[in-house]
């Protein structure tokens, strides 16, 4: 049982480079989230997907795109990346949006 | 505006009890919840109160007042594999969570 599943593990990008962090569940759950976590900063919500179809902009939407494809995945874009995106990213979904979320094992980003 | 407030660091002996307060203020509230962070790992989900009240899991308990926006984590007979960051989290809709910026609990012998 694989949970929660992002894809790369790591990723160096240069300034202005674009990239998309993969994430895919195989709880048949309907809402899906990516998180950015800073030092310090806990977890702050940068895209959520309520249910397939939709997605909405969290506390931190700047500079970044979101594709709910289907049921399972959802992916986030960084069209031109930025050193303040340098961060750790967690993908998480959850059956009911408010409680007992599952967290990938995020992406580790550096942007120089 | 949203915040949560929780306590920055605790450090507490294996064996004893730790205490983990959290507030909040939202624009909405769906319950709150508490995760697990170990460093270098995901968080993982710990509890969640819907409703005022204390609810119990093994070594670790989770407290609501809703009336006061306040709830607490509570570590009973501390381990050292209990030393993670723990984040309070609530629903301030039924479709997603806040977190607060952690609380660092380090065990020591």
């Known amino acids: 049982n694989a949970g929660v599943t992002q894809t790369p593990k790591f990723q160096v990008l240069k300034t202005g480079q674009s990239m998309t962090l993969q994430c895919a569940q195989d709880?048949?759950?309907?809402?899906m989230y990516w998180y950015r976590q800073d030092p310090g900063m806990g977890l702050r919500l940068i895209y959520y997907?309520?249910?397939?179809?939709?997605?909405d902009k969290g506390e931190v939407p700047n500079g970044y795109n979101v594709s709910r494809l289907n049921k399972r995945e959802f992916s986030l874009r960084l069209e031109s990346a930025a050193p303040s995106q340098t961060s750790v990213y967690f993908c998480?979904?959850?059956?009911?949006?408010?409680?007992?979320?599952?967290f990938g094992s995020g992406t580790r980003l550096t942007v120089v | 505006g949203q915040s949560l407030e929780q306590p920055s660091e605790v450090t507490a002996v294996e064996g004893a009890i730790v205490q983990i307060n959290c507030t909040y203020q939202?624009?909405?509230?769906?319950?709150l919840s508490w995760y697990q962070q170990h460093d270098g790992g995901a968080p993982t989900f710990l509890s969640y109160?819907?409703?005022?009240g204390l609810e119990e899991t093994g070594r670790f308990s989770s407290f609501l007042s809703r009336s006061d926006s306040y709830g607490y984590l509570l570590l009973q007979e501390l381990q050292m594999k209990d030393s993670a960051s723990y984040f309070c989290?609530?629903?301030?809709?039924?479709?997603?969570?806040?977190f607060g910026s952690g609380t660092r609990l380090l065990v020591r012998p």
């Open positions: 709880m048949n759950h309907n809402s």
């Open positions: 939202t624009s909405g509230f769906y319950g």
């Open positions: 989290a609530v629903g301030d809709s039924s479709y997603k969570l806040i």
């Open positions: 998480a979904s959850s059956e009911r949006g408010y409680y007992g979320y599952t």
């Open positions: 997907s309520a249910s397939e179809g939709t997605t």
């Open positions: 109160n819907g409703l005022d």
